[in-house]
């Protein structure tokens, strides 16, 4: 099969026929062979019946329905692992993304050998409040992931090579980071395609103003588990260290200086009524803290199932068992 193309839908029963006609029509225009993957994800309308209704005439649909809302990644994290295409297409119910871009897509991953292609909304049709906000989102994405090519992370058409996605795993609200979940996979070739971009024509948004606190949570997870996740000693130990010297040396700089004014005949303090002493004091324990915090996370890592997940590109001569 060529193209699976994977819709993760909430409560979209007026677009789906729409979309499944439109995709229909570039998939028989092409001589594609294709499946589509709706995921109904926990919708409250009748989203499910018009699936049902849209599989009737189109053997190449296909469903999943969660039985409650569960939201986009795992909405997509099911359709990959069920996708049977030797390229996989995901794209937003609500038709504000174009089935006519497929052929492209496709023609990338195949041809220019892109691991995974994302859509770029150049010319968007969203409210100031989310253009404006997601152009930060996406520079600091941009330099937390170190993949410098991509204008827009959350494009939700995006195309992949079927081997990409039965290798990373979307969980949470990690759909916003699927390129950067790639390339911590070991897939480089990551590029990017401008799309037409549609406003919404029903329904509404499915998601607030809360994202953006949300996605630089997980862009920050993403970059600690990324770097640190097999080995936290290294990111607590050097911190909890450095943290802890610092306020040694500084509790014997205030000793030293009471010392000093002690017997150079000056006025002297007591330690304790300094507030540096204090300081000094809570660094130090901050930096235990945080060392101690180091060796739990080697005993949840030594208990890991993950622990020694590598991504295995070939292996040559070797007998597995
Ligand atoms: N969606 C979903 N589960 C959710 C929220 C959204 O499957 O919990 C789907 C939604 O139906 C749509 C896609 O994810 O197909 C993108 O959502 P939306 O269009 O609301 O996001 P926006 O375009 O505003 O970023
Ligand atoms: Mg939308």
């Known amino acids: 099969m060529d193209i699976s193309v994977i819709v993760p ?28 993957i709706f995921i109904n994800d926990g919708s409250t ?30 909405a997509l994290n099911t359709g990959f692992a069920r996708a049977q ?29 892109y691991d995974l292609v994302s859509g770029w909304k150049q010319k968007r049709y969203d409210p100031l409040s989310k253009t404006i906000p997601t152009k930060l989102f996406n520079a600091t994405a941009r330099k937390v992931s170190g993949i410098k090519n991509l204008h827009d992370f959350n494009c939700g058409l995006k195309a992949y ?15 916003r980071y699927i390129p950067y979940l790639a390339k911590l996979a070991g897939f480089n070739k990551i590029g ?9 024509k029903y329904g509404s948004t499915k998601f607030g103003l809360d994202r953006f ?27 909890g260290s450095l943290m802890f010297i610092l306020g040694f040396f500084a509790v014997i700089v205030v000793g030293a200086m009471k010392l000093y004014n002690m017997y150079s ?21 901050l930096g235990t803290q945080l060392f101690l ?27 597995n068992d």
Request: hydrophobic share 35%; aromatic share 12%; proline share 4%.
């Open 9 to 36: 839908l909430y409560n979209e029963a007026e677009s789906l026929p729409e979309l499944e006609a439109w995709i229909r029509q570039v998939m028989s225009e092409n001589n594609f062979s294709y499946e589509i």
């Open 45 to 74: 309308d009748n989203s499910w019946q018009v699936i049902r209704s849209l599989q009737k005439n189109n053997p190449a649909v296909k469903g999943v329905c969660f039985r409650r809302n569960y939201g986009k990644s795992p």
């Open 85 to 113: 295409g030797d390229v996989v297409i995901t794209m937003d119910a609500d038709l504000q993304d174009s089935p006519d871009e497929i052929p492209e897509l496709y023609r990338m991953i195949t041809e220019d050998g």
């Open 161 to 175: 090579r079927k081997k990409v996605v039965k290798h990373i795993e979307v969980y949470g609200d990690m759909h």
């Open 192 to 200: 990017e395609k401008v799309v037409h971009h549609q406003a919404r």
């Open 213 to 239: 606190v949300n996605g630089y949570l997980d862009l920050a997870t993403l970059w600690f588990t990324g770097k640190f996740g097999v080995k936290p000693m290294h990111f607590f130990g050097l911190l």
């Open 265 to 285: 005949g000056n006025t002297y303090h007591l330690v304790t009524e300094s507030p540096y002493f204090y300081l000094s004091l809570t660094t130090m324990l």
């Open 293 to 319: 915090t180091g060796f739990i996370g080697e005993l949840v890592v030594r208990n890991s199932y993950r622990r020694n997940d590598y991504e295995i590109e070939e292996e040559l001569n070797l007998k």
